[in-house]
């Protein structure tokens, strides 16, 4: 919801509830003002009716207001106030009057005296006060919307002018002018966390990425070294064949641990979005490229290729990790696919399959794209391949999944 | 042919300088930027190799150097740092090639020899051994006098050897010089032995020798010994 929205609906709402409670107030108020005075009105129109008999005997008459009869040989009896309906001819309806009637003895006379007045219908008054209160209300919601719009233009505009710039923020473009300019204290406040967060994150990112070219250099010379000096000694002549068993062995776990850090440190690399270059990349072109890397071990394990390949499937993705993610899916399906099986690959715009023929593993599939996991814990692979895979689908938001079916790993790569 | 490596791991250049002049190289060394700043300001060479991380200067900024003082030389960049960012900026500045460690010894070597070519600091666009001969801009390969056609798999490996005689290949360095480094993903190195096989077929129907020797099961040795 947006804030003018939600700011309007809590205006909204509190002012319909504060105008209920105060046409409450108003009306009990008023009603009770009104009949305070219609009483002393009415007790004065009775003394008044009192000292007219008792100056010239004479019995004022207009009904309904005022009416006096004799009533000779009554006791005196006190005021009374009633509320009651008397018929008016003129309106033709019942019209409510509040009167007190009394009997009282003037100049050893006897009289019934009753005095009325209308009384304010409260039907009318609680619709003059709705009506009253509705208009003010209604005005008020208006124009606080008005108010509301144009301030939260003008107030707010600092405040999505640096929501913008936040959101083209990047770490690989750092230079990007953060804070908009603002005299509210608030939002400069936001602007200097804003600044210190924006520093903080560019140099975060700056320290890890030389973090991870100084690992790599760290570890890569001195492997460089060894694998130098031993392709040095394996250089001498008249090697006894021990001797070249041992070199042979030392060989092959430098080359081990040297893949092994370069495959960690495109994972860190990965993890840190490290690779922000993307563009238009023809999947298609690749795909069939890296086809063709594997085409030896292809023939050499008797397999069957079968490619549906839809031609130029476009993706907005870095170039060098869409072609890692291929690379690494095709190799484990020429990898662990049955001598004499069958290897399909297929390609649309909306998705990548990958298939190979295999036994079913006897592992929980979801452990397979854990670090360091490896189906054959024997086998000489790192249990890195599909653990990139996934950094790589996750940092680009496509979904990857495993399936095992009709005698097939089956992996699926949805974009 | 003169090569200044420049490189501040002092083993590696040791191990670099020895292997390149058993190739017949002539090699200076430099170990910090200011070394390789008076070297480069004195000489000339033929051929640069030049390590990105040095200490005492940013190796790109040598590359501005060598590009005033040396423009003929080869230029080839060595970096641990694996970083693409490197790669670029100095291919942009005018590095002729780049390889990242580890490398192999018959790796620079082939490279090296691949940008003296180019060059034709030698004179010549062509490498042979006894009676088989390359042609590097045609791709031609010749035994006694008679072409042969070769795949482009084949055609690289054979070039590799030549140009590695009498030293020791190991199978991977000839994986990754002929299939790249995604071939890691490969289990066995049996397609080396198949197209080593046919290699070793095409060359003998035209009566010439094999001179590729398993050594150890480690890898070949290219030599008439």
Same mark, same amino acid.
């Given at each position: 919801?947006k804030?003018?929205?939600?700011?309007n609906?809590?205006?909204?709402v509190t002012?319909?509830?504060?105008?209920i409670v105060?046409?409450?107030v108003?009306?009990?108020?008023l009603?009770f003002i009104?009949?305070?005075?219609?009483?002393?009105?009415?007790l004065s129109?009775?003394?008044s009716?009192?000292r007219n008999?008792?100056k010239d005997?004479?019995l004022?008459?207009f009904?309904?207001?005022?009416e006096v009869?004799k009533?000779?040989g009554?006791?005196?009896?006190p005021?009374v106030?009633?509320?009651t309906l008397i018929f008016?001819?003129n309106?033709?309806?019942?019209i409510p009057f509040?009167?007190i009637?009394s009997v009282?003895a003037?100049n050893g006379?006897?009289?019934?005296?009753?005095?009325r007045?209308t009384l304010?219908e409260?039907g009318?008054?609680l619709?003059?006060?709705?009506?009253a209160i509705g208009v003010v209300?209604?005005l008020?919601?208006?124009?606080l919307?008005f108010?509301?719009?144009?301030?939260?233009?003008k107030l707010?505009?600092?405040?999505?002018?640096t929501?913008d710039n936040?959101?083209g923020?990047s770490q690989?473009k750092p230079?990007i002018?953060?804070p908009a300019?603002?005299?509210i204290d608030e939002f400069?406040?936001l602007n200097?966390?804003?600044e210190?967060?924006?520093?903080?994150?560019?140099s975060?990112?700056q320290?890890l990425?030389?973090f991870?070219?100084?690992?790599?250099?760290?570890?890569?010379?001195?492997?460089?070294?060894?694998?130098?000096k031993?392709e040095?000694?394996?250089q001498?002549p008249?090697?006894?064949?021990?001797q070249?068993?041992l070199?042979k062995?030392?060989y092959?776990?430098?080359?081990?641990?040297?893949?092994?850090t370069?495959?960690?440190?495109?994972?860190?690399?990965?993890a840190n979005?490290?690779?922000?270059e993307k563009?238009?990349?023809?999947?298609s072109?690749?795909?069939e490229e890296?086809?063709k890397?594997?085409?030896?071990?292809?023939?050499?394990k008797?397999?069957t290729l079968?490619?549906?390949?839809?031609?130029?499937?476009?993706?907005e993705?870095?170039?060098?990790?869409?072609e890692?993610m291929?690379?690494?899916?095709?190799?484990n399906a020429?990898k662990?696919?049955?001598?004499?099986?069958?290897?399909?690959?297929r390609?649309?715009?909306?998705k990548?399959?990958i298939l190979?023929?295999?036994v079913?593993f006897?592992v929980?599939s979801?452990?397979?794209?854990e670090?360091?996991f490896?189906?054959?814990?024997?086998?000489?692979?790192?249990?890195l391949?599909?653990?990139?895979?996934k950094?790589?689908?996750?940092l680009?938001?496509?979904k990857i999944?495993?399936?095992?079916?009709?005698?097939?790993h089956?992996f699926i790569?949805e974009? | 042919?003169?090569?200044?490596?420049?490189e501040?791991?002092?083993?590696?250049?040791a191990?670099?300088?020895?292997?390149?002049?058993? @190739?017949?190289?002539l090699? *200076?060394t430099a #170990?910090?930027?200011?070394?390789a700043e008076d +070297?480069?300001?004195?000489?000339?060479? $033929?051929?640069i190799v030049?390590?990105l991380t040095?200490p005492?200067?940013n190796g790109?900024?040598?590359?501005?150097?060598?590009k005033?003082?040396n423009?003929?030389a080869?230029?080839l960049?060595v970096?641990?740092?694996?970083s693409l960012d490197?790669k670029?900026?100095g291919l942009?500045?005018?590095a002729?090639?780049y390889i990242?460690?580890?490398?192999h010894?018959a790796e620079?070597n082939s490279?090296?020899?691949?940008?003296a070519?180019?060059?034709?600091?030698?004179?010549?666009? @062509?490498?042979?051994?006894? *009676?088989?001969? #390359?042609n590097?801009d045609s791709n031609?390969? +010749?035994?006694n006098g008679?072409n042969i $056609?070769l795949?482009?798999k084949?055609y690289?490996i054979?070039?590799y050897?030549?140009v590695?005689?009498?030293?020791l290949i190991?199978?991977e360095s000839i994986?990754?010089?002929?299939w790249?480094n995604d071939?890691?993903?490969?289990?066995n190195?049996?397609?080396?032995y198949?197209q080593i096989?046919?290699?070793?077929?095409k060359?003998?129907q035209?009566?010439g020798?094999?001179?590729?020797?398993?050594m150890?099961?480690?890898?070949?040795?290219f030599?008439d010994?």
């Amino acid at each position: 919801m947006k804030l003018l929205k939600k700011t309007n609906r809590t205006y909204f709402v509190t002012s319909a509830l504060a105008f209920i409670v105060f046409g409450a107030v108003i009306y009990f108020f008023l009603s009770f003002i009104f009949e305070g005075q219609l009483n002393e009105k009415l007790l004065s129109d009775r003394l008044s009716v009192i000292r007219n008999i008792d100056k010239d005997g004479s019995l004022p008459y207009f009904p309904p207001f005022i009416e006096v009869q004799k009533v000779p040989g009554q006791t005196e009896q006190p005021v009374v106030s009633v509320d009651t309906l008397i018929f008016d001819f003129n309106e033709k309806e019942n019209i409510p009057f509040r009167q007190i009637s009394s009997v009282t003895a003037i100049n050893g006379q006897t009289y019934l005296i009753i005095v009325r007045d209308t009384l304010l219908e409260k039907g009318d008054l609680l619709m003059t006060i709705i009506v009253a209160i509705g208009v003010v209300f209604v005005l008020l919601i208006i124009s606080l919307y008005f108010i509301n719009k144009r301030l939260s233009l003008k107030l707010w505009q600092p405040f999505y002018s640096t929501l913008d710039n936040l959101k083209g923020f990047s770490q690989d473009k750092p230079d990007i002018k953060l804070p908009a300019e603002t005299k509210i204290d608030e939002f400069i406040e936001l602007n200097k966390a804003l600044e210190n967060l924006k520093l903080k994150v560019i140099s975060d990112y700056q320290s890890l990425k030389r973090f991870t070219e100084d690992a790599s250099h760290e570890i890569q010379t001195p492997l460089a070294v060894i694998q130098s000096k031993l392709e040095t000694l394996v250089q001498y002549p008249d090697l006894k064949k021990d001797q070249a068993e041992l070199i042979k062995s030392a060989y092959s776990s430098v080359q081990r641990i040297s893949k092994l850090t370069q495959t960690l440190l495109l994972l860190t690399k990965i993890a840190n979005d490290q690779f922000p270059e993307k563009r238009s990349v023809n999947l298609s072109d690749l795909l069939e490229e890296k086809i063709k890397l594997f085409e030896d071990q292809i023939n050499g394990k008797s397999l069957t290729l079968k490619k549906e390949i839809e031609p130029d499937c476009f993706l907005e993705t870095n170039f060098f990790l869409a072609e890692s993610m291929i690379v690494n899916l095709a190799g484990n399906a020429v990898k662990h696919c049955i001598t004499g099986g069958i290897i399909n690959i297929r390609l649309n715009k909306s998705k990548l399959e990958i298939l190979n023929s295999g036994v079913p593993f006897s592992v929980l599939s979801s452990k397979l794209f854990e670090r360091f996991f490896k189906v054959n814990a024997s086998s000489e692979s790192q249990g890195l391949g599909l653990s990139i895979v996934k950094e790589i689908c996750s940092l680009n938001g496509w979904k990857i999944d495993y399936l095992y079916e009709d005698n097939q790993h089956k992996f699926i790569v949805e974009f | 042919m003169k090569i200044l490596i420049i490189e501040d791991e002092q083993e590696l250049l040791a191990t670099m300088k020895n292997y390149l002049e058993s @190739e017949g190289f002539l090699c *200076e060394t430099a #170990i910090s930027y200011f070394e390789a700043e008076d +070297s480069l300001s004195v000489y000339n060479y $033929d051929i640069i190799v030049l390590d990105l991380t040095l200490p005492g200067g940013n190796g790109l900024d040598l590359i501005k150097l060598i590009k005033d003082r040396n423009r003929q030389a080869g230029l080839l960049i060595v970096s641990a740092k694996n970083s693409l960012d490197d790669k670029i900026k100095g291919l942009d500045m005018g590095a002729d090639d780049y390889i990242s460690k580890p490398f192999h010894l018959a790796e620079l070597n082939s490279r090296i020899k691949s940008l003296a070519r180019r060059r034709h600091f030698n004179g010549t666009n @062509e490498v042979s051994f006894n *009676e088989i001969k #390359i042609n590097v801009d045609s791709n031609e390969v +010749s035994v006694n006098g008679e072409n042969i $056609d070769l795949t482009k798999k084949e055609y690289l490996i054979l070039l590799y050897f030549m140009v590695n005689r009498n030293k020791l290949i190991t199978r991977e360095s000839i994986a990754e010089h002929v299939w790249g480094n995604d071939i890691s993903y490969a289990d066995n190195f049996d397609f080396i032995y198949s197209q080593i096989k046919n290699l070793r077929k095409k060359i003998g129907q035209k009566n010439g020798r094999d001179y590729i020797h398993n050594m150890y099961g480690m890898g070949y040795k290219f030599s008439d010994r």
